[in-house]
Structure formats: structure tokens, C-alpha cells
């Protein structure tokens, strides 16, 4: 095989990737409009990725990052959650709920 059909095997697949990259950006910028993209951070898995970032909020800092106030926070949400069930088990009674069907004892 000669040198350049290697070489083109390569830079293919590459090529391919751009122009995909390329035609979905603009249609996303057609229905979208212009975009500010950004760092964005998910607590829920402890991740960031590059994304549009809202008008209303600013892309994330990771110099500004302290991961003991987001354990803070996380144990706040979690002590606020245990507080609400707390209150939903207090308004509990020992009726049985219209749902439960009876169950079928026979044998």
C-alpha cells in the first residue's frame, strides 16, 4: 500500500469528525443563537465539562473551587432531606393506604 492511501486513512476519519462537528454546531447555532461556552460543574457526579454557559450564571472557576464547602453543602442538603422524611413519617398513620390491595392467603 502506498504511502499516501496510509496517510489518507488517517486524516480521514479525522476530517469526517470536523465537517460532523462543524454542520452540527451551526444548526445548533440556528435554533440556539450565539452561545458564551465555558467550564460547567455537576455536583451530582463531581465532574466538569465544556458546555454553553447560561446568560445568568458564570462559567466555573477552579481556582475558586473548595471541596470542603461542597461537602458542607452536601451535608446540609442530606441533614434537610432526613429532616423532611422526619416530617412526612411524623404525618403517617396506621391505616393501611388505599393502594394495598389484600393479598391472597389461600393456599
Same mark, same amino acid.
Not at 4 to 16: D, T
Given at each position: 500500500?502506498?504511502?499516501? %492511501? *496510509?496517510?489518507?486513512?488517517?486524516?480521514?476519519?479525522?476530517? *469526517?469528525?470536523?465537517? +460532523?462537528?462543524?454542520?452540527? $454546531? %451551526?444548526?445548533?447555532?440556528?435554533? $440556539? !443563537?450565539?452561545?458564551? +461556552? !465555558?467550564?460547567? +460543574?455537576?455536583? $451530582?457526579?463531581?465532574?466538569?465539562? *465544556? !458546555?454553553?454557559?447560561?446568560?445568568?450564571?458564570?462559567?466555573?472557576?477552579?481556582?475558586?473551587?473548595?471541596?470542603?464547602?461542597?461537602?458542607?453543602?452536601?451535608?446540609?442538603?442530606?441533614?434537610?432531606?432526613?429532616?423532611? $422524611?422526619?416530617?412526612?413519617?411524623?404525618?403517617?398513620?396506621?391505616?393501611?393506604?388505599?393502594?394495598?390491595?389484600?393479598?391472597?392467603?389461600?393456599?
Amino acid at each position: 500500500m502506498e504511502a499516501r %492511501y *496510509v496517510a489518507l486513512l488517517i486524516l480521514v476519519p479525522f476530517a *469526517v469528525i470536523f465537517v +460532523y462537528c462543524t454542520w452540527h $454546531e %451551526y444548526r445548533r447555532f440556528k435554533t $440556539e !443563537g450565539r452561545s458564551i +461556552y !465555558g467550564l460547567s +460543574y455537576d455536583p $451530582e457526579t463531581n465532574t466538569t465539562h *465544556v !458546555g454553553p454557559i447560561p446568560e445568568d450564571e458564570e462559567s466555573f472557576d477552579p481556582d475558586d473551587f473548595d471541596p470542603d464547602l461542597l461537602e458542607t453543602e452536601a451535608k446540609a442538603r442530606q441533614d434537610e432531606e432526613t429532616a423532611d $422524611e422526619d416530617k412526612s413519617h411524623a404525618h403517617d398513620t396506621d391505616q393501611p393506604d388505599t393502594d394495598d390491595k389484600p393479598q391472597d392467603t389461600r393456599t
